[in-house]
């Protein structure tokens, strides 16, 4: 395992339709995070997971976005009725962090993202 | 949530020159976190300041973090065109363990 590993790497859907990113971490990190990113802009936070439980989910997330990471190993991100305003870099990335101080972080690694394009 | 404030938004210097990008936030950070994402890539992590007043250097590149811990930045000495990329700097925000600055995008011109 020498990094995180994101699935597909590109994606092109049709609006409306429904879309499954997948994202392998590191395999001994237990901190699992996706962000999302368009042009010009920095990583946005989505949600995050520590092990199998999901910790924390953006606000600005709607309804529409779902995050899994059942075992504590892999996680999938859906998104249900994509709307062309979608259309980004989906970054997976995953650490180390302390199970009871949320705050404190060891360094994150990013997969290669998937780009989706809803057209 | 918390924010971490990042100027400039761009910089565009000669090859040689210096560059110097600031994090600001407005409540205290226990950690900060530097990160650069070249053009196509994804964000590399830097380095990770912890202790107040804490300065980190790596070859050219050098890393302060606040006395008050609400700031931070990264420092660039004679810019290479391998520096070329965006610098993002990331701390804890609210529940979040790591919420990201937009970044600095620095161009070199040869």
């Known amino acids: 395992d020498t990094g995180v590993s994101q699935n597909p790497r590109h994606k092109i859907t049709k609006r409306g339709q429904n879309v499954t990113f997948r994202c392998d971490p590191i395999?001994?990190?237990?901190?699992l995070y996706w962000y999302r990113q368009t042009l010009g802009q920095g990583p946005e936070f989505l949600t995050y997971?520590?092990?199998?439980?999901?910790?924390?989910k953006s606000r600005l997330l709607s309804d529409r976005f779902s995050a899994e990471r059942p075992k504590g190993s892999f996680s999938t991100l859906e998104i249900q009725r994509t709307e062309q305003g979608d259309s980004a870099m989906y970054l997976c990335?995953?650490?180390?962090?302390?199970?009871?101080?949320?705050?404190?972080?060891?360094?994150?690694?990013f997969g290669q993202g998937t780009r989706l394009t809803v057209v | 949530g918390q924010q971490v404030m990042q100027i400039p938004q761009y910089q565009h210097v000669q090859e040689g020159e210096d560059f110097t990008t600031y994090c600001n936030s407005s409540?205290?950070?226990?950690?900060i976190q530097w990160y650069k994402q070249r053009p196509g890539g994804h964000p590399v992590f830097l380095i990770q300041l912890v202790k107040s007043g804490e300065v980190k250097k790596q070859k050219r590149l050098t890393f302060q973090f606040g006395e008050a811990k609400k700031n931070s930045s990264l420092h660039i000495t004679a810019t290479q065109t391998t520096d070329v990329g965006t610098y993002f700097c990331a701390g804890p925000g609210g529940n979040t363990p790591l919420v990201f600055g937009k970044g600095t995008r620095l161009s070199v011109i040869a």
């Open positions: 997971f520590q092990n199998e439980a999901q910790l924390e």
């Open positions: 409540t205290t950070l226990s950690n």
């Open positions: 990335a995953s650490s180390l962090g302390r199970t009871f101080f949320r705050g404190m972080n060891t360094e994150a690694f």
């Open positions: 395999s001994e990190h237990n901190r």
